[in-house]
């Protein structure tokens, strides 16, 4: 029941364009008990479904600016590649307490963004 509640959660930020994963990754660690690696993993997996789900109802609706997606995508591939390399090196803990300065802050920015 938790992984379907965590499951429905995280689909539904993901489906708005506001990160699944910021309900997902902290969901796995906290309440099935795996590290950051194994969440972070999990996350990545489990998105691809839902992204492309996502990706067709804002083309259909014309979100997508195509010129600002294709550089976003090359140079986001290659930071993808440094950046799975780096998380599975950095200690679990660690790359805990990183994830959990990045949320707070965007948190903080999100709070204050008067846009």
């Known amino acids: 029941m938790k ?3 965590i499951g429905f959660l995280s ?3 993901g489906g708005m364009g506001i990160g699944g994963g910021t309900i997902l990754i902290p969901a796995l660690i906290f309440f099935v008990s ?3 690696q194994q969440a972070q993993g999990i996350n990545l997996i489990v998105f691809i ?3 492309i789900i996502a ?3 804002h ?3 014309k979100n997508l ?3 600002i997606i294709l550089p976003i995508i090359i140079t986001g591939l290659v930071g993808s590649i440094f950046g799975s390399i780096v998380a599975t090196k950095i200690e679990p803990e660690n790359l805990r307490k990183i994830f959990g300065v990045f949320m707070l ?3 903080i920015y999100q709070f204050f963004n008067k846009k």
């Open 3 to 5: 992984l379907i509640l």
């Open 11 to 13: 689909g539904i930020l």
């Open 34 to 36: 795996i590290t950051q």
């Open 49 to 51: 479904p839902t992204s």
């Open 55 to 57: 990706i067709f109802i």
């Open 59 to 61: 083309y259909k609706n």
């Open 65 to 67: 600016e195509t010129k």
């Open 105 to 107: 802050l965007i948190g």
